[in-house]
């Protein structure tokens, strides 16, 4: 398989159902958002993180991949032919369970606090900052444009990447700077 394929040298994309789109498609900046999140997480990955996140990193790339493939489907069919392209309620619940558990280690937050600490730490601010971005480009495709565990997924995400990023800088004993 070539790299290259040169069927968006013309400034289009095909989705996952074969329909040529303008790569200037809201549908199109949906997903390349989700792709910058993973992107970001990788950088957090290569930034040194202890093992335990960078394990839960890898398998949000997974979902993200996944996620990303699912707003490439306009008509909603991958899902049912590629199992791996799955996002749901219990992927949700994982996020939330790993939220609370990084939470249960980390300071009671007093006040707002400033994006930074250790490199791994600000790749994931970064991240969850994208992240938000992902969010709001998924919910200008409107209403039934996406199932909604993918939002429900996205916006997760945003919290435990805010939660990861203090867990981080915690462990790596970066102080954080308060607003």
Known sequence: M???TRTGDAGETGLFDGTRVPKSDPRVAAYGDVDEVGAWLGMARAAGIDERLADMLERIQ???FGLGARLADPAHRIAER?????VSAEDVLRLENWIDVLEGELP?????????????GAALHV???????AERAIVSLGHGAVEP?????????????FVMARAANHRAGSPEVEW
């Open 2 to 4: 070539k790299i290259y």
């Open 62 to 64: 997974r979902d993200l």
């Open 82 to 86: 590629v199992t791996k392209a799955t």
């Open 108 to 120: 009671p937050l007093r006040r707002f606090i400033l994006a930074g600490g250790s490199p791994a």
């Open 127 to 133: 991240a969850r900052t994208i992240c938000r971005r």
């Open 149 to 161: 565990e993918l939002l429900t997924y996205v916006n997760r995400l945003s919290d435990l990447l």
